[in-house]
């Protein structure tokens, strides 16, 4: 009789735990308050063959996980684009907070402008998004 009651208290326990786990995994996907801040490059013109530097910090302000990004340089005008990474959109970064950094050189027309534009969503596309832009102009 006691083993008996061990093992019911024992899945009871299991149970319970299992129960837990899931619902922190579920907490993952709910809605998050997400913000995106590009660090770099910014609003000054830039010049054909200029290397400039991409830091975007993508923030999830309850400390939830961050499961997609995007940081794409597209042509103002034409809607070409340049750059686009990272190139899985999933990062799934728990911590709350994940930045992207890279170097580009500028290997584009003079006298055009262009858009960086940085996304961060949940768990689900185009759910919970937020997003931030920076526009340039390149000179030759």
Do not use: R
């Not at 584009?108 to 832009?133: L, P």
């Amino acid at each position: 009789m006691k083993n008996l009651i061990y093992c019911i208290l024992l899945v009871g326990f299991v149970a319970t735990i299992a129960a837990c786990n899931k619902d922190d995994d579920d907490h993952d996907h709910e809605e998050g308050d997400y913000h995106v801040h590009i660090m770099s490059p910014d609003t000054t013109a830039k010049h054909v063959g200029d290397t400039i530097h991409i830091h975007v910090e993508f923030e999830e302000h309850d400390g939830g996980t961050i499961d997609h990004v995007n940081v794409e340089i597209a042509n103002k005008e034409d809607g070409s684009v340049i750059y686009s990474a990272p190139a899985a959109a999933h990062v799934h970064e728990e911590s709350g907070k994940y930045e992207h950094h890279d170097d580009i050189i500028l290997d584009v027309d003079a006298h055009t402008n262009w858009i960086m534009t940085a996304k961060v969503w949940g768990h689900d596309d185009d759910t919970d998004q937020a997003s931030s832009t920076v526009e340039f102009h390149v000179h030759p």
